[in-house]
């Protein structure tokens, strides 16, 4: 079955640094999407990415985050400046359209220090 | 007003028993909903969608939906310790491909 791929699984990251989170979609989909998970909370939506653009974002999606589809696979999410309520689980999730549902990657799991 | 509303449990159900979950929606025009499975440290997973008003089966899931009283369910029927997990409803309120919204999930025990 068609996975979605995201690496690293883990991260560790000092406050202030940058990091970069990368995703692999489902090949035949076409709508992209970035979701975290802080620790006993809700998942809640970041952005959503279609035919190379931000076709909406949250709140939460502010300067210090960007998204990017470098070539025809890869999407990934920058954050410039992390901060220590940076830590979460973030996860890629990819849809082919319509109605579907998201088929979710396994997540990074980010940690600031 | 919270978007989408879950009990959080833990609810805990003997195996074998129906498990009976529930999701209450705030946006009168949503089109869309899902339940997601979520394991501990893991992703969430897929196991229903639902869209018409009704009830929607498959295996040992059921989905219903009542619009009207802005409500979704899933019932897990023959429940076993491996359903053991959170379970998440989300919501696409404007339908297409406008992102989901989650509750903020269940947590199903199943008592071997």
């Known amino acids: ?113 | 007003q919270k978007e989408v509303e879950q009990n959080s449990g833990p609810l805990s159900v003997p195996e074998g028993a129906i498990a009976s979950l529930n999701c209450t929606y705030s946006d009168r025009v949503s089109q869309s909903f899902f339940w997601y499975r979520q394991y501990s440290g893991k992703s969430p997973e897929l196991i229903m969608s639902i869209y018409s008003n009704g009830d929607k089966e498959d295996g040992r899931f059921t989905a219903q939906l009542n619009k009207a009283s802005q409500y979704v369910s899933l019932l897990i029927r023959d429940s076993q310790p491996s359903d053991s997990a959170t379970y998440l409803c989300a919501v696409n309120r404007r339908g297409g491909n406008t992102p989901l919204v989650f509750g903020k999930g269940t947590r199903l025990s199943v008592i071997a």
């Open chain 1, 1 to 113: 079955e068609p996975e979605v791929t995201q690496t690293p699984s883990h991260q560790v990251t000092q406050m202030g640094q940058e990091v970069i989170l990368r995703c692999v979609p489902i090949s035949n989909h076409l709508y992209f999407y970035w979701y975290r998970q802080i620790l006993g909370q809700k998942v809640e939506f970041l952005v959503s990415f279609y035919n190379n653009e931000i076709s909406e974002k949250s709140e939460i999606f502010d300067d210090q985050f960007s998204v990017e589809r470098p070539d025809g696979s890869n999407f990934t999410l920058k954050i410039r400046s992390t901060k220590l309520e940076d830590s979460a689980m973030y996860f890629c999730a990819s849809t082919v359209g319509g109605n579907y549902g998201y088929t979710f990657g396994s997540g990074t799991r980010l940690t600031v220090v």
